[in-house]
């Protein structure tokens, strides 16, 4: 850092915009120490911590960047945190169980190998030590009641609740907790919640000033005060703009403290000290965003938003809702236009239908009641979308959900409708439609995984990454439908692309996918070959070996089977090398007898 408060070039930004915290940036998390502190005590003592509030509120934040260096510095054994929902693009097929949650899970336990262990249980029996319990989260467990997955969820948490040795923490939001509680009650008999609210606007000021403050650039305390207040007031605006009323809000959303913080990262002057709203102080042009920098509006990765509005504040008359309704527009219609992309909607639309139904003329709040498959001829999907980017909040009541716009969106929402019209509406980029595809999948939405992909199919024809990726979700689609055959010609023609990256790896995962699904279509010969080539490009992994054994028992070479089974099986009863070798020298003693 430069001396006398000037930046140097190379600072980088310390906002993070709209991804989680890392635990590498726990230095630049502030507001947050007497949470991290409490959910670090309760989870260590209890079985089961469930932390919960609202989509934007920053549980995964104050989990990667609050809780976890707490424990770590303490010397506490404490898993990578889990998800229920795909990660990375990874064939589904080249993981043993049928559980879609269970396979998302053991992955990203295990993020560093290349195929995870075979089951919840006995990894977690392995993973802790007998003096004391491992600690083991669940991120964004509402993943798990989307779709179809009434029966793989309750099998997972059947799976989790045995491990007595183990400390859970599970992050769901709001929304979905009574129906998580339902099922846990009776499988869990200590269960300690915590609710996570928004940020005092103390901690807010905290947070929003000290950053930039050790970065280099001068921020009056009043400023960042002035901000943080004007993120706590939600405006009731009229059709005409004119503000009728107002509200002091008893918190700050995290999320559009980001987006303000980004914002001022963007167009604050080096070194100057002025508050905001001043003409001398922050201006769209003061300052030449560095390379790398977020764009104001997307404040995540990917396309930056269309239009001007990320940087349509108007800072004259030295009024700070100038620069937080100007950072938080800009947030918004980037929501409104990738969820409307993601489901072949017009943004234009999708942002008038919001103002029109969850804000009234006289610029109040109004609330829509979900319908079975539509709320007020919208689809359901894209209002869960909604509510996944923090644009829409749900109520839950006698089991009927209600939804209602966002905390401090009634103006910027008001403002961008009556702009919307002159709005750039971006293209939906190739790694976009990637992660939509993902997003569908993780709803439960296989038809828009796969529209999803086959558009990057047939569009990102010279890029190899974006093919693989591409057809391994086609795969994953056919795969979660049971159409084996046409997985398994999605997966071989990955297994061309990866063969040309001399990635040994991925071609092991790979063949491991395409052998289990020749064993499972009862093509013994192949699955034989197949499963070979995987275990000898991945030596260290068992659970090939144990489907190489099922297959060549499959043929009648029972010998061979139960050879390569001694070399992998444990004692546990419930091991499934163990298992089968018990089996198979059964069945060789009948037979010789």
Request: glycine residues 10%; charged residues 20%.
């Amino acid at each position: 850092m430069a001396a006398n408060n000037v930046m140097a070039p190379n600072t980088a930004c310390p906002f993070p915009g709209l991804r989680p915290y890392r635990s590498t940036e726990e230095g630049l998390f502030r507001g947050r120490a007497q949470e991290s502190a409490q959910l670090a005590a309760l989870w260590r003592t209890r079985a089961l911590t469930v932390l919960h509030g609202p989509s934007g509120i920053g549980k995964s934040s104050l989990l990667h960047a609050g809780v976890l260096p707490l424990l770590r510095r303490i010397g506490a054994d404490v898993l990578p945190v889990g998800g229920v929902t795909a990660g990375p693009v990874f064939p589904e097929a080249a993981i043993p169980s049928a559980n879609p949650l269970v396979r998302a899970l053991l992955r990203s336990w295990v993020p560093d190998t290349s195929l995870p262990p075979a089951g919840v249980h006995r990894f977690l029996r392995r993973a802790g030590r007998p003096s004391r319990p491992v600690l083991a989260a669940v991120d964004q467990l509402e993943d798990a009641y989307a779709g179809d997955r009434d029966a793989a969820r309750r099998e997972l948490l059947g799976l989790l609740a045995p491990a007595r040795h183990v400390h859970l923490l599970l992050c769901i939001r709001d929304d979905w907790l009574d129906a998580f509680l339902g099922e846990a009650e009776g499988l869990f008999p200590d269960i300690a919640l915590f609710g996570l609210g928004g940020l005092a606007p103390a901690a807010a000021a905290e947070a929003l000033g000290r950053p930039l403050r050790d970065a280099g650039r001068v921020v009056p305390p009043a400023t960042a005060e002035a901000l943080a207040d004007d993120l706590a007031t939600e405006r009731i605006v009229d059709e005409t703009g004119r503000v009728r009323a107002s509200e002091h809000l008893e918190a700050v959303q995290p999320w559009q403290l980001q987006a303000t913080c980004l914002w001022l990262w963007r167009t604050w002057p080096q070194g100057h000290g002025a508050p905001p709203g001043t003409p001398s102080a922050v201006t769209s042009s003061a300052v030449t965003p560095a390379p790398g920098d977020p764009a104001p509006g997307a404040l995540a990765s990917g396309d930056p938003p269309g239009g001007p509005v990320g940087a349509a504040a108007d800072p004259s008359g030295g009024d700070p809702s100038g620069v937080t309704d100007g950072a938080i527009r800009g947030v918004l219609w980037d929501a409104i236009w990738r969820v409307a992309a993601a489901f072949d909607h017009d943004p234009v639309r999708l942002c008038g239908w919001l103002a029109t139904h969850l804000v009234a003329p006289s610029g109040a709040a109004g609330t829509l009641a979900e319908g079975p498959a539509e709320t007020a001829g919208m689809p359901n999907a894209v209002l869960r979308a909604l509510v996944r980017r923090s644009v829409l909040r749900v109520t839950v009541s006698g089991g009927a959900r209600t939804y209602v716009l966002g905390h401090r969106l009634l103006a910027p929402l008001g403002q961008l409708a009556r702009q919307a019209g002159a709005l750039g509406v971006p293209a939906l980029g190739l790694s976009d439609r990637l992660r939509a595809a993902l997003e569908a999948l993780a709803d439960g939405d296989q038809s828009r995984a796969e529209r999803h992909a086959r558009h990057v199919v047939t569009t990102a024809t010279h890029d190899l990454r974006l093919q693989i990726d591409a057809h391994t979700i086609l795969g994953n689609v056919a795969f979660a439908r049971g159409q084996l055959a046409v997985a398994q010609d999605a997966y071989q023609r990955v297994l061309v692309l990866l063969e040309t990256q001399r990635d040994k790896a991925s071609v092991g995962v790979m063949l491991a996918a395409i052998g289990r699904l020749s064993l499972s279509r009862g093509d013994l010969p192949a699955a034989q070959g197949l499963l070979r080539a995987a275990a000898a490009r991945l030596p260290a992994d068992r659970s090939i070996k144990v489907e190489l054994a099922r297959a060549l028992a499959g043929t009648g070479q029972r010998t061979a089977a139960v050879a390569i089974l001694s070399t992998v099986m444990t004692a546990a009863e419930d091991d499934e090398a163990h298992a089968l070798h018990r089996d198979l020298v059964t069945e060789m003693s009948d037979h010789a007898t």
